[in-house]
């Protein structure tokens, strides 16, 4: 009897959920709907569940074998407790596992949401065949997960790669969620560019953009910047030019630190593409380590926004085999 292998990719706008074949991780179902993350997490929990519960209609509940679930935010994934998520709203320490394994009778493993587009995009996508790749998301913030000698880091409480919160700015910059100030995600994030390109106008400078949506700045997105680069807008190809800038300055620190053999850009930002890269990539050939930079190739993702579902299945495919994650086995991490 076939088997197969359920991935989701659980984001604060959408609920993307996918079931591959086990052996070969070919996809051979997908459905998508919002989240609704304002409604709690047992509502968002429900969501899951309906989803998982439309594809046995599809696939009988004995032939999946496990499902796999990135969440954005703190996890524990030895407890199966997704600790805090700053894209939903009442959801701290929520027993994501235990609540999904009493319904489903089915083993579930949970990762950060980076991660399992990490797996993605390393197994199957733009690092496939590489041993040492970090991969930065940049969307709303920024994320990150990093491979190193083919084995991906965890850390001591599983938040190793917090590039996002790299400090950048010793004194006077952004404010940061997570208490701190200038960290880098506050500028080469979607929100940093706007609130770049903000600074800008407030400071007296005009831009193409407020013509476009009548000084109304939430109507306001990224895609709208690239379009005015292309323009010509000397406004937008400065903020572009600068979030680029600050890009490659943490590419920097990543390549001087982590030694990977390809960085890999994805997330909404990733659009951006040589608009954005081409500052980073200029910075990173000035300051990086020749030796390191050279062996180094920074790239767009390849997978979309599937590489979330994808990773997902294939860690919690990992899990089940008992394979080392991270350098922590089945039993390890079940606990």
């Known amino acids: 009897m076939e088997k197969y292998v359920v991935g989701v990719d659980l984001g604060g706008t ?14 051979v179902w997908e459905h998508r709907i919002s989240t609704e993350s304002h409604e709690g997490w047992e509502h968002v929990m429900e969501r899951i569940y309906g ?14 074998a496990c499902a796999g679930i990135g969440i954005p935010g703190l996890l524990d994934i030895e ?21 999904l394994e009493k319904r489903m009778n089915l083993p579930v493993y949970i990762d950060n949401d980076v991660r399992v587009n ?5 197994c199957r996508g733009a690092g496939k065949g590489k041993k040492n790749v970090v991969l930065l998301t940049l969307g709303t913030g920024l994320g990150s997960g990093i491979v190193m000698d083919g084995r991906v880091l965890y850390g001591a409480t ?8 790299m400090n950048m700015i010793r004194a006077g910059g952004r404010p940061c969620r997570c208490g701190s100030s200038g960290c880098l995600g506050r500028y080469v994030s979607a929100r940093g560019l706007l609130q770049t390109l903000r600074e800008k106008i407030e400071k007296g400078m005009s831009c193409v953009i407020q013509e476009w949506v009548d000084d109304d700045w939430n109507q306001i997105t990224a ?13 937008a190809i400065e903020t572009m030019t600068e979030t680029g800038e600050m890009l490659g300055y943490g590419l920097v620190n990543v390549i001087n630190l982590f030694n990977p053999e390809m960085i890999i850009i994805g997330g ?16 990173v050939k000035n300051h990086a380590l020749e030796i390191s930079r ?23 495919k990992q899990r089940l085999e008992g394979e080392k994650v991270g350098g922590k086995n089945r039993d390890e991490n079940r606990k």
């Open 14 to 27: 959408n609920l993307k959920v996918s079931a591959y074949s086990f052996q070969n991780l070919v996809s």
């Open 51 to 64: 989803e998982i519960s439309r594809l046995f209609q599809e696939i009988p509940r004995e032939q999946i």
């Open 79 to 99: 407890t199966g407790i997704s600790k805090f998520s700053p894209n939903f709203s009442s959801w701290e320490n929520v027993p994501v596992v235990k609540w």
């Open 118 to 122: 990490l797996y993605g995009e390393w």
């Open 158 to 165: 599983s938040s190793a790669g917090e590039i996002g919160h």
């Open 223 to 235: 895609k709208m910047v690239s379009e005015a680069y292309d323009a010509g807008d000397f406004t």
């Open 268 to 283: 909404g930002m990733a659009a951006a593409g040589e608009r954005l890269l081409k500052p980073a990539r200029n910075v």
């Open 294 to 316: 050279e062996r180094c190739s920074i790239v767009t993702a390849q997978l979309g926004d599937s590489a979330g579902m994808l990773g997902a299945a294939i860690y919690a």
